[in-house]
């Protein structure tokens, strides 16, 4: 069982799994865990599959975003990532400008590594920010 990160040799592969709307972010088997750690603070979650062998990890975009905001994540997420000197693919069918641009300015203005605003738009309780359980 390989990932897409050691199939290309990258140390990071964003790309949409066919067939579904899942985006995934998957490291080299064995990846450092500052490399985990970031994409965790970029907004992607961490799975994990134990096995008798190595730990598999990868990372998803959070299931609550609709498309767009699962885009502009990924794409967010490649210039933090080059900028802590990582080698990243990201698939063009998840590839958003406008979020690339965005980040390359964070990240030339020294602001710290988070994910775009879109992606903290809905709670991880699945309601959009300011609706309120009654």
Known sequence: MGNRADDEGTDVTIYRKPL???VHADTPTGAPEP???LLDNLGFER?????????YVWHEAPAHLDE???KQLATHA???LHKAGYVVHISDDVWDAGAYTDAAT??????APA???TAAAVPAAGRPAGVHRR
């Not at 964070?106 to 602001?111: E, I, P, S, T, Y």
């Open 78 to 80: 490649v210039p933090w």
């Open 20 to 22: 579904t709307d899942t």
């Open 115 to 117: 994910p775009p605003s």
């Open 106 to 111: 964070a990240v030339r203005d020294h602001r």
């Open 47 to 55: 799975r994990t599959l134990p096995t008798p062998g190595p730990v």
């Open 35 to 37: 490399l985990l750690a």
């Open 68 to 70: 767009d905001a699962k």
